[in-house]
């Protein structure tokens, strides 16, 4: 039986790969539709604009200063992350800049091992780059198992008594690939932690803070108090960024710490920079006085939606009824959709559909070192191509799947 599957399914995937087929689907990016929600960025400032006065003080954002951000995007970013302005520094367009530089600056240099011997913590699935990131500083990695609450605490506890063990990695909203948000009860524990070295650190990426495209976002507990509250305000430190709220390749991105670790980063940037983008700043700070930011992201969520529904339905229409096959988990927000193939099929799965034309996020990226050691996790990203396209790549991707995992059965 099996055999006269796999010859039905591989004449299937024959078929479309005969179509000529190219779609790129590795990366989370933004779709047109959904970068021209912003469009009134590229016009919105006038000359005289450009004059603001903050603290008693006249400034003129296309001149040189303001280190750490201009106050009105600051407060932006505090109601976000629900915190104060004074505990927020505004970045460039990328928040992984803001992330590297604070596992330089928070965790190798104060560290009174070598970096040889330097770990971090890294809930897996987890964001490749947070990964690549982590393995160029030279850190070694540590997988931690994530639960549909979050990471696993009694794992975290276990490591966090080894003074080599400088931070933990977390996307605590729609986590990156599974769509997980985080329970309280976990960012309580997380909060509470007591690591045994002083200058460990939770680098808390809330890319996807107000990125929900079912119902309202998710309101969390926040960490920055919380960690407060257990005598820990100098563990987290919290990221965000406008990334895939306007334009990736022109957005803001903010950290939100307490005052000891904000002045060690105003004093990285000063060597850095003598000023940074505030007239990007300013132009969100508008765009943002007349288009509230929460129906802003309902609009985004909407064309999400649909694309997201295409794939879930096919995953569905595919796999429910032989859960052996593929399992996946139904995401509210974020970007991806993690999906789980048999053991030792991810890889030969990403291959099939490259030879048919759809480009997915290599499998095991989603662990350190690029190692999954079931080889089974697979990430989709559905928000860049259209519906129509989608239809086809997840015809490609569920035909792919099969034929990898009868492959497997008929090799035994």
């Known amino acids: 039986m099996e055999i006269k599957l796999y010859d039905d399914y591989l004449e299937k995937f024959n078929k479309l790969k005969s179509q000529n087929f190219s779609l790129d689907m590795s990366r989370g990016k933004p779709s047109a539709e959904q970068l021209n929600l912003s469009s009134d960025l590229l016009t919105i400032l006038q000359n005289d604009d450009c004059i603001i006065e903050e603290n008693n003080q006249t400034i003129d954002c296309r001149n040189y200063g303001g280190l750490d951000g201009i106050l009105p995007m600051k407060k932006m970013f505090a109601n976000l992350f629900g915190v104060s302005s004074e505990e927020v520094l505004v970045g460039g367009n990328s928040s992984l800049t803001l992330m590297y530089d604070s596992l330089v600056l928070y965790g190798l240099s104060e560290s009174a091992f070598p970096k040889s011997q330097l770990k971090i913590l890294c809930p897996s699935p987890g964001y490749d780059r947070h990964f690549l990131m982590s393995e160029y500083l030279g850190l070694t990695m540590i997988p931690i198992n994530m639960t549909q609450d979050g990471p696993d605490i009694s794992q975290i506890k276990e490591y966090i008594a080894d003074p080599a063990v400088i931070g933990i990695w977390c996307v605590p909203v729609f986590s990156n690939p599974q769509g997980i948000t985080y329970s309280d009860k976990i960012i309580d ?89 505030k007239i990007n700043q300013l132009r969100h700070v508008k765009f943002f006085e007349q288009t509230d930011i929460f129906q802003h992201m309902k609009k985004h969520g909407e064309i999400l939606a649909a694309k997201f529904n295409v794939v879930l339905q096919t995953l569905t229409e595919n796999f429910a009824d032989n859960p052996n096959w593929a399992n996946w988990i139904v995401p509210k927000g974020g970007y991806f959709v993690s999906v789980d193939v048999p053991a030792g099929c991810a890889k030969r799965t990403v291959e099939l559909c490259k030879q048919v034309g759809l480009m997915l996020t290599p499998a095991g990226a989603t662990f ?35 034929v990898a995992a009868l492959e497997r059965v008929i090799k035994k």
């Open 189 to 277: 524990q997380l909060a509470a932690l007591k690591p045994a070295t002083a200058n460990f650190k939770i680098l808390w990426d809330n890319a996807y803070i107000i990125h929900s495209f079912d119902g309202e976002p998710p309101k969390t507990l926040n960490l920055l108090r919380t960690a407060e509250k257990y005598g820990n305000y100098d563990i987290p430190i919290m990221f965000t960024s406008f990334s895939k709220i306007t334009f990736p390749g022109a957005g803001v991105s903010a950290m939100a710490a307490s005052e000891k670790n904000l002045a060690k980063m105003r004093q990285n940037i000063s060597f850095k920079t003598v000023g940074p983008d």
């Open 368 to 402: 350190p070192y690029g190692n999954d050691p079931l080889d089974q996790n697979i990430r989709l990203a559905p928000s860049f191509p259209s519906v129509d396209e989608l239809k086809i790549a997840m015809e490609v991707f569920c035909t792919a799947v099969k």
